[in-house]
């Protein structure tokens, strides 16, 4: 499942354009950067998760205002992988894990997490995904409050982090 198209929205006083790019493109990698530093400050050390396999990608977003890039995620496919929770069970068909949201804090409380997660679902479902998990944190409180403001609700942990006591793992049928 490859998501190929390019989206644009607009949302409120600002121009905010939404692209579908390549997980390598320059902005997408440098926002990817900022978010792993700050997770990092957040949590007391470097993620130690394994590396994502660019081969496992369907579709990377890139919000801009203006022309400047504020904001990036992703969607891997996870369909029939090891969920990693030791009972050798594996995610569902058609299951996109979400990757790397992250918004500059300048652009912070203006909507464009929550656009790019609608555009996310959006693709996603284009290309045939039902399901979508993701992990965050207890040190991402507003994190959290985003997913569950768009209808994603707590499941079973899952992932590299599944046994630490801060991972919190959501869900959410497209």
Same mark, same amino acid.
């Given at each position: ?14 121009? +905010? ?41 369907? $579709? ?17 496919? $996870? ?18 894990? $979400? ?16 656009? +790019? ?16 998990? +993701? ?40």
């Amino acid at each position: 499942m490859t998501a190929t198209t390019t989206s644009h929205a607009t949302a409120g006083p600002e121009d +905010l354009v939404v692209d579908v790019v390549a997980w390598d493109d320059a902005d997408a990698a440098g926002l990817r950067a900022e978010q792993e530093a700050e997770t990092a400050v957040r949590y007391g050390g470097p993620d130690d998760a394994p590396a994502i396999d660019p081969r496992s990608i369907v $579709v990377t977003l890139v919000a801009r205002v203006g022309g400047r890039p504020v904001g990036t995620a992703a969607v891997r496919d $996870v369909s029939g992988t090891d969920d990693r929770r030791g009972r050798g069970t594996t995610h569902p068909a058609a299951t996109g894990e $979400v990757k790397r949201v992250y918004v500059h804090p300048d652009a912070r409380g203006r909507g464009v997490a929550k656009r +790019l997660m609608a555009e996310l679902e959006r693709s996603a479902r284009s290309v045939g995904f039902r399901r979508f998990v +993701l992990e965050t944190g207890t040190a991402q409180p507003e994190a959290m409050g985003l997913y569950e403001s768009i209808g994603y609700e707590p499941v079973e942990k899952f992932g590299d982090h599944a046994a630490f006591e801060e991972q919190r793992c959501y869900g959410k049928r497209l």
